[in-house]
């Protein structure tokens, strides 16, 4: 495949000679007399991120993001491959640039913060072990690894202000390319460059906090490689190794001998459980000198197969047996002239680094070893740089200077197979909640779903494999680190009663026999909407008619009319101010219609009698629970098929009204719909729940929807709406026909579909937006696990205790 193997090109690498024991102790002394500061080789860095090297060089350091290019499709792979060609062929001869990977042992507290405030109530408990649950999280991410990625590029010039507008055309021209990949990339400022040279210079996760102010400069006179130098110095007087602070460190290069190579060895390396940094540095050859170049190797193998012919003739052979190698050097040789004649092909100079970093010696040497054993796996070889390390470690700063005179002439193509992309992360911080690991880099997965355009999430599940669970969990995060957000569940089957009851909400079970109640009557007329509080609440209870009566054609004109007219007439003396301010109920309603004089009013009257003085008379009460509480969960267990429909479309019309209430008053709301493929087989509730899901997210509301049947789901026409206006999901193990259906539906890749095809409990895919992480969650047994978990094992477990 092109766009993951490559030939090696012919330019010869070139070395600079190794110090010989003499010069070596020569060395040795001069380095005694050098200070810390003095080996970070930059003359100055501005506040602005611009920093001046010797030579006159000047240059400047993004950070960018990860993309998913590990668990893309073979075509997305190569989309991406040939992207990051183009990118590396946008550098021209005059722009030097470097590719900086660092590997850190997170520091205490690290890069994710547990959001949860001490409250000192009665959910302490819960607390407790939730925060326990996260920091062990987050202690495990990565193996407690930070990773962070950058690009720094330089341009030569005679000084400040000459090169300024250069950097900052190739700054943009660089922003453009990383946002054509999708690549969220930002220029680090003058302070965040120090941090992250601060974070080279300081390993290991007991380092000291960097702190910095450039007022500090001018009242204290120090200069910003203070800020930055390790406090114990730098030790390079041994041939292979060296000491920055109290660390170990060991820089090598890597020596590329395979004629082919992989996208997957940068990868590996990066992935390891080790502090280090893996350094490439570029530059472009230009693109004439590069030809001119090849054409004379292309000579000079010439003259070597005519020499090897002439021999051959001499000894008696057949002057057409050349030696193997010789044929492959023509053959390769010929080959990169043609791409550079006649592809998108240029010539880089390709200087490949590894410095290692370990508390102790031993450790040191097994990271080493390891790195070299991913080398060796795929045909190259890991070198160390004797008696230079130094230059190794200067190298690999995020300054863009490069001290190793090691480079590998390499085509673009063959360069952009070191792809630096691997999985993209999601690492909000803030209000972001808690979505397990990511199961290829095993970062904890950390959310703000209000962040999205659309905040609108679905579950979508098999039996078993945990999709109520998964937004329990979501819940239980929600309720402890966002104490000012209100939730509502709409719970079909009851599973959700107990951890509300624990989280002090109020659980109302509709049935004929609860004592709980809800009016479809209630109205609040102090709403400040672009549309009438009545006539929103005469819209609802015009559908909710058209439920009751039924039939295909639902209601006639005049039946609308008329019931229209009798709903403003039932809340005349309430919108008046006058009477005693109680709530209509659904009998009032129906009273009304018995009063009008169509045929058609009586028509509707009796529909609905059924349900006011009836049997099934459940909704002509007047509301007696807490509306108001923090969590409201609606249960539906109880019903039957004949009040299934009805309840559904009441609920909702409840949620509506839950949510506009609560966002004028500035508050947010999270509404989960269990079973949701049941609100979705009727076609009026599914028309008015759809309007609603709509809405929803313009009322600041975060609504979830979970379902098992996603095939039933994705066949209903209004499943097309919901999808166009949901951002989040969380794809779980699911049917080989469903998967086929959500390929479909959703462009998920083979690779990508292997993780929701029988997979374990809490494990499958997380689409955010753009992006696409495989997750897993392994939810620690407890008080919590107890309230979320509906497998019967652990039911009957809990039962038995």
Known sequence: MPHLWERRSLLQKTKAPRRGPVRAERHRRDRRTLSAQQTIPYVRLLPDGVCQLPDGLFTKTLAYEDINYAVASTEDQSAIFNGWSAFLNYFDASIPFQLTFVNRRSRAGGRYQVNIPPAHDAFDSIRAEFTHMLKRQIAKSNNGIDR?????????????????????????????????????????????????????????????????????????????????????????SQPRTFRVGRYWGAASYLQIMASEMSDQLLREILELDAELTVTLHIQTVDQGKAIKTIKGKVSDIGKMKVEE???????????????????????????????LQSR??????????????????????????????????????????????????????????????????????????????????????????????????????????????????????????????????????????????????????????????????????????????????????????????????????????????????????????????????????????IGDGAMPLLQDLYEELLKQPEPEARRVATALELYCTGSLNLFNHQTNVDLDSRIVCIVLKGMGENLRKIAMHITNEFVKSAVNTNFENGISTWCYFDEFHALLRDQLTASYFVSIWQMLRKRGCVPSALTQNVKHLLASPEIQNILDNTDFMVLLSQSQSDRAVLAKQLGISEHQLSYITHSGSGEGLLFYGSVVIPFTDRFPKGEIYDLLTTRPEDLKHEAGA
């Open 309 to 339: 012919q002439r021999k051959a003739m001499r000894a008696g052979y057949d002057p057409d047996i050349l030696p193997p190698d010789l044929i492959t050097f023509s053959k390769d040789a010929a080959d990169l002239l043609s791409d």
């Open 344 to 577: 998108n092909e240029r010539m880089l100079l390709l200087t490949f680094a590894v410095v290692n970093l370990a508390p102790t010696r031993e450790r040191l040497e097994n990271d080493v070893f390891t790195v070299g054993g991913i080398a060796q796996k795929y045909n190259c070889a890991l070198r160390r740089l004797d008696w230079q390390q130094e230059q190794g470690y200067v190298s690999s700063l995020v300054l863009g200077r490069n001290e190793v005179e090691i480079r590998r002439g390499m085509t673009t193509s063959a360069t952009a197979i070191f792809v630096p992309f691997i999985t993209r992360e999601l690492r909000m911080g803030g209000q972001a909640l808690y979505y397990g690991s990511n199961a290829l880099s095993h970062n904890v997965i950390m959310a703000d779903r209000k962040k999205l355009k659309s905040a609108n999430g679905l579950y979508l599940g098999s039996t078993g494999s945990g999709k109520s669970f998964a937004a329990k969990r979501e819940i239980v995060h929600l309720f402890l680190a966002v104490p000012q957000d209100r939730i509502i569940i709409v719970d079909p089957m009851g599973e959700y009663a107990p951890l509300v009851q624990r989280l002090g909400g109020q659980v109302i079970e509709l049935a004929p026999d609860s004592p709980s109640f809800i009016n479809p009557m209630d109205i609040q007329l102090d709403l400040e909407t672009d549309e009438s509080p009545l006539s929103m609440k005469a819209d609802f209870l015009l559908s909710l008619c058209e439920l009751v009566v039924g039939g295909k054609e639902g209601l006639q004109p005049i039946e609308k009319t008329v019931i229209d007219r009798c709903v403003r007439q039932v809340y005349r003396e309430l919108t008046l101010g």
């Open 148 to 236: 962070a990625k950058y690009l720094t590029f330089g341009v030569p010039a005679e000084d400040l202000a000459t090169a300024r507008p250069r950097l900052e055309r190739v700054e943009a021209d660089i922003m453009g390319n990383f946002k054509r990949l999708g690549v969220s990339a930002q220029p680090l400022d003058g302070k965040e460059r120090l941090a992250a040279l601060h974070g080279q210079t300081h390993p290991g996760p007991q380092r000291q906090p960097f702190s910095f102010r450039w007022k500090d400069v001018v009242e204290t006179g120090l200069g910003t490689k203070e800020a930055i130098a390790p406090f114990e110095g730098f030790d390079f």
